[in-house]
């Protein structure tokens, strides 16, 4: 019998292309799992009308592991239009399947790795006031709020007359208060000071593992009081058990401005949903983008791993395919880190290391071509040469 069970959701698009690239690299580090397909995302919409089938939620009970690709979503009118003409005026409502997911399993721990590979010809750069550039050595991972937020899905176009009457209790609400329902929409922010210590807390152990000096909380209380105010609060008082690790706060807005300035400041960026979101692709870009941006979904019974990219359709047809498999590749590793198997992610991270640091495979991202089916014979590398390129380096 196999140790693990990974629960294996290609999903859609270039999902189906990179993540069967992530379970070649598993095993070649002797990985020793069983892996489940299971279904996920724009066909199971239009098929069943809904994009995560209660089977593949049952698996994810079961084994408790799980490796993502990607999906494709699509607004509300496509969503209708594309479903079987038997499940069409039904009032099914489509829901992104990642987010069911990650409420559904309290999967509340976002954590996104945005490191820099040395020779990576994407890395961001600086230019010294003397002259020349440097190209200092990002490090930053940023944990997210998954589960709350600007993303709980508490939302109204038109909003119920309760509602409606509950937001004119507050005086803030009176230049709003005659606009009429069908031109009022109304998204909340929920914050838990629960989940608010979750994430803070996941960031100061992660700090303190990796012997970093401190964590930065990026949020806006200074206008978003409440909300943000909770989750400033609630990680002064989560630091106090960290006596050695300092925190640091900043504002979303100027953390942005800063990123180009001292990115490699930031080790540790503990943010809520929305603001995270941002943060992470905003430091994905430093370190090669979508192609390197891996990420865990993390809960306490049950984790699942994935990059950030989307299903990319415009490439998904493509023969040979052409993305990048690095992101799902260092999902892939997280996973081995959570459970335990640090020592196998380590290889994998260092053959990736590796391989950019050599610089003769390379996809068509990272020599900055515009993608499509000319990439191959531009001398990009295919998705399968990457990781074979990968494979080698492991031995
Ligand atoms: P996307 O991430 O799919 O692609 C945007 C662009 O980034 C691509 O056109 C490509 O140029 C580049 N890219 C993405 N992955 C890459 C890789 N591995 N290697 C090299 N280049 C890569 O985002 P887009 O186009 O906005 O959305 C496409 C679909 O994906 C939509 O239906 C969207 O809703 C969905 N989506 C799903 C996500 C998920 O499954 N977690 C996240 C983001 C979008
Ligand atoms: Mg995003």
């Given at each position: 019998?196999?140790?693990?069970?990974?629960?294996?959701?290609?999903?859609?698009?270039?999902?189906?292309?990179?993540?069967?690239?992530?379970?070649?690299?598993?095993?070649?580090?002797?990985?020793?799992?069983?892996?489940?397909?299971?279904?996920?995302?724009?066909?199971?919409?239009?098929?069943?009308?809904?994009?995560?089938?209660?089977?593949?939620?049952?698996?994810?009970?079961?084994?408790?592991?799980?490796?993502?690709?990607?999906?494709?979503?699509?607004?509300?009118?496509?969503?209708?239009?594309?479903?079987?003409?038997?499940?069409?005026?039904?009032?099914?409502?489509?829901?992104?399947?990642?987010?069911?997911?990650?409420?559904?399993?309290?999967?509340?721990?976002?954590?996104?790795?945005?490191?820099?590979?040395?020779?990576?010809?994407?890395?961001?750069?600086?230019?010294?006031?003397?002259?020349?550039?440097?190209?200092?050595?990002?490090?930053?991972?940023?944990?997210?709020?998954?589960?709350?937020?600007?993303?709980?899905?508490?939302?109204?176009?038109?909003?119920?007359?309760?509602?409606?009457?509950?937001?004119?209790?507050?005086?803030?609400?009176?230049?709003?208060?005659?606009?009429?329902?069908?031109?009022?929409?109304?998204?909340?922010?929920?914050?838990?000071?629960?989940?608010?210590?979750?994430?803070?807390?996941?960031?100061?152990?992660?700090?303190?593992?990796?012997?970093?000096?401190?964590?930065?909380?990026?949020?806006?209380?200074?206008?978003?009081?409440?909300?943000?105010?909770?989750?400033?609060?609630?990680?002064?008082?989560?630091?106090?058990?960290?006596?050695?690790?300092?925190?640091?706060?900043?504002?979303?807005?100027?953390?942005?401005?800063?990123?180009?300035?001292?990115?490699?400041?930031?080790?540790?960026?503990?943010?809520?949903?929305?603001?995270?979101?941002?943060?992470?692709?905003?430091?994905?870009?430093?370190?090669?983008?979508?192609?390197?941006?891996?990420?865990?979904?993390?809960?306490?019974?049950?984790?699942?791993?994935?990059?950030?990219?989307?299903?990319?359709?415009?490439?998904?047809?493509?023969?040979?395919?052409?993305?990048?498999?690095?992101?799902?590749?260092?999902?892939?590793?997280?996973?081995?880190?959570?459970?335990?198997?640090?020592?196998?992610?380590?290889?994998?991270?260092?053959?990736?290391?590796?391989?950019?640091?050599?610089?003769?495979?390379r996809t068509y991202d990272m020599m900055r071509l515009s993608g499509g089916p000319k990439a191959i014979g531009q001398g990009a590398a295919s998705t399968v040469q990457m990781t074979d390129a990968?494979?080698?380096?492991?031995?």
């Open positions: 019998m196999p140790r693990h069970t990974v629960v294996t959701m290609p999903g859609d698009g270039i999902g189906n292309q990179v993540l069967p690239e992530a379970l070649r690299v598993l095993k070649a580090v002797g990985f020793d799992a069983e892996y489940i397909h299971a279904d996920i995302g724009w066909e199971c919409w239009r098929n069943e009308g809904n994009a995560l089938p209660d089977h593949t939620i049952d698996l994810l009970a079961k084994h408790r592991l799980g490796l993502f690709g990607a999906i494709t979503s699509k607004p509300n009118r496509a969503a209708q239009a594309e479903l079987r003409p038997e499940l069409q005026g039904k009032g099914l409502v489509y829901y992104s399947p990642i987010v069911t997911m990650r409420q559904k399993f309290n999967l509340d721990i976002c954590m996104r790795p945005c490191i820099g590979f040395t020779g990576n010809p994407l890395n961001y750069i600086r230019k010294k006031t003397g002259g020349g550039f440097d190209e200092p050595q990002i490090d930053t991972t940023v944990f997210r709020q998954n589960t709350e937020g600007m993303y709980a899905g508490v939302e109204w176009t038109n909003p119920p007359e309760n509602v409606r009457a509950a937001l004119a209790s507050h005086t803030r609400f009176k230049p709003f208060a005659k606009v009429p329902g069908p031109d009022l929409a109304v998204s909340v922010r929920i914050i838990t000071r629960n989940a608010a210590r979750r994430i803070v807390t996941a960031a100061f152990e992660y700090a303190k593992r990796r012997g970093f000096k401190g964590v930065t909380i990026c949020e806006k209380p200074n206008v978003v009081r409440e909300t943000s105010g909770m989750m400033e609060e609630t990680a002064k008082e989560v630091a106090k058990n960290y006596p050695s690790i300092a925190l640091w706060s900043t504002n979303i807005d100027a953390q942005l401005m800063w990123l180009n300035k001292n990115p490699e400041d930031y080790n540790v960026i503990v943010a809520s949903n929305l603001f995270g979101d941002i943060l992470s692709d905003a430091f994905a870009g430093l370190v090669g983008g979508l192609g390197f941006a891996a990420s865990g979904n993390i809960g306490d019974e049950v984790a699942v791993f994935e990059p950030t990219h989307g299903s990319a359709p415009k490439y998904a047809e493509l023969n040979p395919p052409i993305v990048n498999p690095i992101a799902m590749i260092l999902s892939a590793a997280m996973m081995l880190d959570h459970i335990h198997e640090g020592q196998k992610a380590d290889r994998i991270r260092k053959a990736i290391a590796a391989v950019i640091k050599e610089g003769n495979v990968i494979l080698e380096k492991l031995g």
